[in-house]
């Protein structure tokens, strides 16, 4: 057997800027990477990589080459625990670049064995969970209005992105427009631990599921803080990278929020899920801005899930990539009707 790779760097416009506590980005970076073996079957993978992380577009596409070879020579794309090992030690970091390659790689696999990806994992697809829809850092009125946005959509779980000087003026905006939705907040390290204390105890008025990473990662004893002060549940998302990250943060936040592109592949991403439960921990799947050549990929995860934030493709413009269903948010793995992650292009 021999397998053929390629990549392409695509820039995709979001529908509307998006602002979290760190900046503002109109458009997603991705890589997509295409794996194909001798009968003709292609796998398709993306790289969102982020900045905070020290990757760009420019960085994935520096390493690919040195990965995409570990695939050429092991030239078995089931032999996925060894050119994902190889993969690591020949590029230690730039998780983003070889996770594009665990998606496309986890894709033609099961493309070859014709089964949707949730059913390789042999897990149940009613089992499922509702993505959030992120509503960015907006003046306030703003914010209303991609609120109702999200419910004619038919959203019933919103995240609102925090870390302004307007916090709680905008939770309660929101939740005078959406007074039934699941509602959580994220804060992006914006906050001090005293801050984040005195802001969550106020926020605790509007129902909200818990708070995402209220200070800096840098901050471990911050996070332990607020944790033991905060009336709301907390999730670690910038704290939580690796597997590794587990065990550091397990008594210090509620629930453990993962992403593809943090941890740098599929098989790591079920080994943080298996930890964190171990721990005691509930489990989110979150996302960057990616489209669904990643996104696709995450929602098979969704058995596994207590919450998913997987919305990067509700966000473009116009994904050019068809993945699993997503009416309302909710991850309708049942509704997949094609072997692989479902990304294909439309
Ligand atoms: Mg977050």
Redesign the pocket.
């Known amino acids: 057997m021999s397998l053929e790779t390629s990549f392409e760097r695509v820039s995709l416009p979001l529908e509307f800027p998006f602002t979290i506590a760190r900046g503002t980005q109109t458009a997603a970076e991705n890589v997509i990477v295409q794996v194909e073996d001798d009968d003709g079957r292609v796998g398709i993978g993306g790289a969102a990589p982020s900045p905070h992380y020290g990757e760009t577009a420019a960085t994935v596409e520096a390493v690919l080459p040195s990965l995409l070879e570990v695939v050429e020579t092991v030239g078995d794309p089931h032999q996925l625990g060894r050119i994902e090992r190889r993969m690591r030690a020949a590029i230690a970091d730039n998780p983003a670049a070889r996770c594009a390659v665990s998606i496309a790689l986890h894709d033609l696999v099961c493309k070859r064995l014709d089964v949707p990806l949730y059913r390789y994992w042999g897990l149940d697809p009613t089992e499922t969970v509702t993505s959030s829809y992120t509503i960015g850092i907006d003046d306030t009125e703003r914010m209303r209005e991609k609120t109702e946005i999200a419910l004619d959509r038919g959203h019933d779980t919103l995240k609102v992105k925090l870390g302004t000087d307007r916090d709680v003026e905008i939770v309660e905006t929101i939740r005078d427009v959406a007074p039934d939705v699941r509602l959580y907040v ?1 804060a ?1 390290e914006a906050w001090t631990p005293k801050e984040a204390v005195r802001t969550i105890e106020r926020l605790a008025a509007y129902d909200l599921e818990f708070v ?2 209220p200070v800096p990662a840098e901050n471990p004893e911050g996070l332990r803080y607020v944790s033991e002060h905060s009336p709301l549940p907390i999730a670690a ?2 704290s939580l990278i690796t597997v590794d990250d587990v065990p550091r943060v397990a008594d210090r936040c509620d629930v453990a ?1 993962l992403k593809l592109m943090k941890c740098g592949g599929l098989r790591e991403a079920k080994r943080i899920v298996h930890a964190a439960r171990a721990h005691g921990l509930q489990v989110m799947c ?1 996302c960057m801005s990616e489209s669904n050549a990643s996104i696709a990929a995450a929602c098979h995860l969704a058995p596994l899930l207590d919450y998913a934030d997987l919305d990067g493709s509700l966000l473009l413009d116009d994904d050019p990539y068809d993945g699993v269903p997503l009416p309302g948010g909710r991850i309708d793995l049942e509704a997949m009707d094609r072997p692989g992650t479902g990304a294909g292009t439309q």
């Open positions: 994220d992006n995402e990473q998302d910038e929020n979150g």
